[in-house]
Nanobody
Framework: QVELVESGGGSVQTGGSLRLSCVVDQYTYKMAWFRQAPGKEREGVAAIVQGGATNYADSVKGRFTISKDNAKNTLYLQMKRLNAEDTAIYYC????????????????????WGQGTQVTVSS
């Protein structure tokens, strides 16, 4: 069993920044951040593989940055210029069985999930 523990969510005004963290307790081949707003499907936001390749949803390119500190087993999501459309529960996800080195944004690629952290952006 793989445990992922997220932190860093909260409330921020439009244009503000937040950094999410996710501590994982074992080696992973790829990790990602997803989000789910009320009444919407869970969507991939950003993904990263062990080699460092990343992938971003078009809606967050240029505003969000995914990174991983392997020494700390911690995944990060730096979010800047937040807007109301970014309001959602954010989940980190991990793949521990090797498939490929593609930083996928598909929820079906990941087999372990964190409990989620709320991000609320208000004007």
């Amino acid at each position: 069993q793989v445990e992922l523990v997220e932190s860093g969510g909260g409330s921020v005004q439009t244009g503000g920044s937040l950094r999410l963290s996710c501590v994982v307790d074992q080696y992973t081949y790829k990790m990602a951040w997803f989000r789910q707003a009320p009444g919407k499907e869970r969507e991939g936001v950003a993904a990263i593989v062990q080699g460092g390749a990343t992938n971003y949803a078009d809606s967050v390119k240029g505003r969000f940055t995914i990174s991983k500190d392997n020494a700390k087993n911690t995944l990060y999501l730096q979010m800047k210029r937040l807007n109301a459309e970014d309001t959602a529960i954010y989940y980190c996800a991990a793949r521990v069985q090797f498939t490929d080195w593609t930083p996928s944004l598909s929820k079906y690629e990941y087999d372990y999930w964190g409990q989620g952290t709320q991000v609320t952006v208000s004007s």
